[in-house]
């Protein structure tokens, strides 16, 4: 299980790489008289967030394992069905864009 919560954070790790590396946030909508933060930025920052939460679940399972304390089993039980459906989340905005992508252009640009 050690192994397990090394590798939850390193793939944090890398996912708030991921996210930090896609987040441009002075990317900006201009929609009427409102301007905005762009889709990509924001999904950078869910992201980014995500990565850096994912990274702490994996820090806590980590040490569940080594201490067996209740310190850091309940942030963990906390924690870790919640970064998976934020995770989760972020998958099927992901896709959601990758696939309307041309449907979102035409509706908010034209």
Do not use: H
């Amino acid at each position: 299980m050690r192994c397990m919560g090394c590798l939850i954070f390193i793939l944090g790790v890398i996912s708030a790489v991921i996210g930090f590396l896609s987040t441009k946030l002075e990317e900006t909508w201009k929609i009427g008289d409102y301007t905005i933060i762009s889709p990509s930025a924001a999904f950078g920052a869910l992201v980014l967030f995500g990565g850096v939460m994912t990274g702490l679940v994996g820090f806590f399972a980590f040490f569940v394992t080594a201490c067996r304390s209740k310190y850091y089993t309940i942030p963990f039980i906390i924690l870790t069905p919640t970064m998976g459906l934020i995770m989760l989340i972020a998958g099927f905005v992901a896709i959601g864009v990758a696939t309307k992508k041309k449907l979102v252009e035409e509706l908010y640009c034209n």
